[in-house]
């Protein structure tokens, strides 16, 4: 499926409140994220960049900033996120001498200035945005030429387990359809991001019972935020016909992660005239 067809996908203020409302239980729960971290990290350490000022675009309670902080010594890493909640967890981590700054946006409108970022890292955010074509371009109009932009996000295989028990029960769509490599490639290169280099790495999660599974979703936020969801109440048959199918008896459910990873560099940034923006490299540190 075409990453432009996702146009419609996602209630964005579901997933803002979602997220808000798991920002206490993240960091219990976001096992996943520090996998994809870990991966996107090795992705990068081949990579020459020098680098004065990173986004962690999506950088949900901040993780992975130490680490950010750890591979650019002398650069400004700026948490971006939707989450206001998430953000006070952020800067609640940040001691006196740590270079980094908070800052609630949305992906699709960053407010910084064109050609103002050296490094964008964001990590495991695109699954929860629709129009991944928009993001791009933003990411291409802060980015400076040569600047580097890595990233992670899902597949299409993901979680294709608890889409096939969902047939067992309903026709109603739980699960979003993530974009494959080839299209996400596709929509860089048309954002004017250059040489962008993809792979795919499958990662496998088990769960004993549906409790613990629907605990660790809802622990992370990441529920059903469709617009084509059902709104109403789920009868206990339905649910029971959809867990019957997910876990045969005496077994754990193994669900599957596709994991897309990805780098590229920055070209020409668009230029929009009429935008207000500040350069994110003049962005003061605030003592507390």
């Known amino acids: 499926m075409n990453a432009s067809n996702h146009t419609s996908d996602l209630r964005t203020r579901d997933v803002r409140r979602r997220f808000d409302d798991a920002a206490g239980s993240f960091d219990e729960a976001d096992f996943v994220h520090r996998v994809t971290c870990e ?12 680098a ?36 006070q967890v952020v800067r609640s981590k940040r001691s006196l001498l740590s270079k980094r700054h908070a800052v609630q946006a949305d992906a699709r409108a960053m407010p910084l ?10 990590n495991l955010m695109l699954p929860w945005l629709d129009q991944p074509d928009l993001v791009f371009e933003e990411v291409a109009r802060v980015l400076r030429k ?6 992670a996000t899902l597949g299409p295989d993901t979680l294709l387990e608890i889409r096939q028990a969902w047939r067992a029960s309903d026709e109603g769509e739980h699960v979003k359809r993530f974009p494959d490599m080839h ?24 769960y004993r019972n549906s409790e613990a599974l629907f605990r660790d979703l809802t622990a992370s936020g990441a529920r059903n935020t469709l617009y084509q969801r059902r ?23 193994s669900l599957t992660l596709e994991i897309v ?18 350069d994110a490299g003049k962005i003061p540190l605030r003592q507390q």
Not at 199 to 204: K, M
Not at 262 to 277: F, K, L, N, S, V
């Open 231 to 253: 709104t109403g109440l789920m009868g206990r048959n339905r649910f029971r016909r959809f867990t019957d199918a997910l876990f045969s008896p005496g077994n754990a459910c």
């Open 113 to 122: 200035a064109d050609a103002s970022v050296d490094v964008v890292f964001s």
């Open 261 to 278: 990873y990805g780098h590229c560099w920055g070209g020409e940034p668009r230029r929009t005239g009429g935008d207000i923006a500040v």
């Open 39 to 50: 991966g996107l990290l090795a992705r990068m350490r081949p990579i020459t960049a020098e």
């Open 52 to 87: 004065t000022t990173v986004v962690d675009l999506g950088a949900g309670t901040g993780s992975a900033i130490p680490l950010l902080q750890k591979r650019f010594r002398r650069a400004l890493v700026i948490a971006v996120d939707s989450s206001a909640r998430m953000l």
């Open 183 to 206: 299209d996400v490639g596709d929509a860089l290169v048309r954002a004017g991001l250059r040489d962008p280099v993809l792979d795919v790495d499958r990662l496998s999660v088990s």
């Open 146 to 151: 040569g600047g580097l932009f890595a990233f």
